[in-house]
T-cell receptor, first 112, second 113 residues
């Protein structure tokens, strides 16, 4: 079945850029998403990219998609302590039984 | 800003009891979903709902689970006879179109004792 993988932990210094990586297996993925989960909170949609795009930028966030390698990344510029959270990569396609498939989440720690 | 709201935020129930988790999706959305996240594990798809019927469900969504949209605003998940392994955070989500930009609620933490 479909699978989404991420590294589990990332620590960066405040002010540096964070890059969170994700790989997925489903070649029919149509949309790829990044969600943020703060402690005890729900899943906040940060951004998403359609599979025919290579890059999407939204303020401090840059999403890069390499469809050939099935690799997605989220870059957070000027990382702040408030960015500390778990970041989930997710994909959705149009095959039967395919709703959002989430990765395990990357815990980002922004250190002062 | 419109948001998905879920109640209660935390529910404790005894094994074997029935629970109903409630969600109010974003008002103009047409697709509704339930997901769950067992502590320390991945967010898993349970069920999607469209046009007053289940459109897809996962293997997790067995006969113990049911969903309903009893009126124009609420979307509920019922677990008939809870088991210890049902303890998880349950997330409701809604989207305007299928599988695009799903907005998630804050979750209900269900603890079965």
């Amino acid at each position: 079945g479909e699978d989404v993988e991420q590294s589990l932990f990332l620590s960066v210094r405040e002010g540096d850029s964070s890059v969170i990586n994700c790989t997925y297996t489903d070649s029919s993925s149509t949309y790829l998403y990044w969600y943020k989960q703060e402690p005890g909170a729900g899943l906040q949609l940060l951004t998403y990219i359609f599979s025919n795009m290579d890059m999407k930028q939204d303020q401090r966030l840059t999403v890069l998609l390499n469809k050939k390698d099935k690799h997605l990344s989220l870059r957070i510029a000027d990382t702040q302590t408030g960015d500390s959270a778990i970041y989930f990569c997710a994909e959705s396609g149009f095959g039967y039984g395919q709703n959002f498939v989430f990765g395990p989440g990357t815990r980002l720690s922004a250190l002062p | 800003e419109p948001e998905v709201t879920q109640t209660p935020s935390h529910q404790v129930t005894q094994m074997g009891q029935e629970v109903i988790l409630r969600c109010v999706p974003i008002s103009n959305h047409l697709y509704f979903y339930w997901y769950r996240q067992i502590l320390g594990q991945k967010v898993e798809f349970l069920v999607s709902f469209y046009n007053n019927e289940i459109s897809e469900k996962s293997e997790i969504f067995d006969d113990q689970f049911s969903v309903e949209r009893p009126d124009g605003s609420n979307f509920t998940l019922k677990i008939r006879s809870t088991k210890l392994e049902d303890s998880a955070m349950y997330f409701c989500a809604s989207s305007l179109r299928q599988r695009t930009e799903a907005f998630f609620g804050q979750g209900t933490r269900l603890t079965v004792v």
